[in-house]
């Protein structure tokens, strides 16, 4: 199936690893010039370098802290600055520790909240009106499957996460006759650094390996295993694409059938 990526702009936010390097990494194979981001500087170097080698669009990088204030801001101008505009946005952001929902103080709910929930409306609200102008755009924010189906000791991020939900459905109605298109992708357990470490805590708070760990997970989830980070990356450049042009407002889950409500 031709995707018709190629030449499209792509602000790819928390990309300098996991899901969001993969999607990153899946764009840059169908064409798109992408804009790599994190707080690592010398992470994001080495993998727009290694990226570059077997790339037919090209990829850029830019230093960001998503804690900053300015932080929006200073992505939107590099994305003008490196690719002249943003077709397409990945909307993607670290993780909150993990806990029980009644662990966290005000200031702590005050800091996650800008950096996981206000910059990715910050951002969006300045990549919009240039993808409304031309009638093209694409906005797809990475969330969880938390949102949906809770889940233990993550409170934080089943909250915080579930807020972006009700704001890309409604942005989706917004923009549709634009020609603009608002989805979140769900990801269950995919295997990154971040499912290692979620592991790892729950290892450590249970008194079990992480092998007894990843055994018990893996028996919730109907697939048996845990997914590859290519195969939520290859759903992510779908939504992405021209192809899925009439797939607006929606939540697609990619967790090998983890989340057991309708």
Sequence with gaps: MELDLAGK?????????????????TL??????????????????TLASRMGWAATGSVHYVACDL????????????????????????NNTGGPPAGPVTGPDADSWRAQFDAMVLRIIEITNLCLPGMRKRGWGRVLTLASSGIVQPIPNLGMSNTLRSALAGWSKTLSNEVAADGVT???????????DRVDQLDAGAASRTNSTIDEVRAKSRATIPAGRYGKVEEFAAVATFLVSERASYVTGSQIRCDGGSIKSV
Excluded: Y
Excluded at 31 to 42: I, K, Q, Y
Excluded at 81 to 89: A, E, R, S, T
């Design 67 to 90: 804690s900053e204030p300015n932080a929006s801001q200073t992505l939107f101008q590099a994305a003008q600055d490196k690719l002249g505009q943003v077709d397409i946005l990945i």
């Design 28 to 45: 840059v194979e169908e064409g798109c010039n992408v804009l790599l981001t994190g707080r690592d500087g010398e992470k994001l170097e």
């Design 182 to 192: 608002v989805n979140m992708l769900l990801p269950g357990r995919i295997h990154t």
């Design 9 to 25: 702009n792509v602000l790819a936010m928390a990309s300098s690893q996991g899901l969001g390097a993969a999607i990153a990494q």
